[in-house]
């Protein structure tokens, strides 16, 4: 895999200087549009930056939305998307919303790229991951979840009404820890 021709180094969370380096980097190579994917703080960080230096943007992943403005994702998603010249949506629902959100750039239903990488790399899983022998799993039926978001993860409560439901299920659950789940609760 190519490396990037610039990598910024900022902290996860540290959106002025990720909109910083973003500007000068968009100043210095003066690209023709800048796209951003998904809902992440440096998504919305090349989304502002985009817009300041008014330079067109496509947002891929648009139109999702959880209706929880309690997940900072949710604010980096909206954002976005009204700034966009140009919205790709995973789905026909995400268009919907757009529009009732009065949008007023492009609106096009392009697929989920997510889904797409999965279907793609199946085949390549398949023939070549050895995780159901490392990990002694059965090729039955099964669930796997990971728990990862802070209103569950940080409320022990919460975390431990997911973990009975999942309990529940007819199959067998495999529970991948997160990071963020590991060093909680």
Partial sequence: MKKPDVQLHHR?????????????TFAQLKPDIVIVYGDTVSTLAGSLAASKLQLPLAHVEAGLRSFNRRMPEEYNRVVSDHLATWCFCPTEQSAIQLTKENINGSIIVSGDLMVDACLHYKTVALKESTILEEHQLREKPYYVATLHRAELIDDAKRLHTYLNHL?????????PLHPRTKKGN
Avoid: A, K, N, R
Avoid at 167 to 175: E, F, G, T
């Fill in 12 to 24: 996860d969370d540290d959106l002025g200087s990720m909109i910083v380096g973003l500007e000068e």
């Fill in 167 to 175: 309990q529940m299920l007819d199959d067998p659950v495999y529970l």
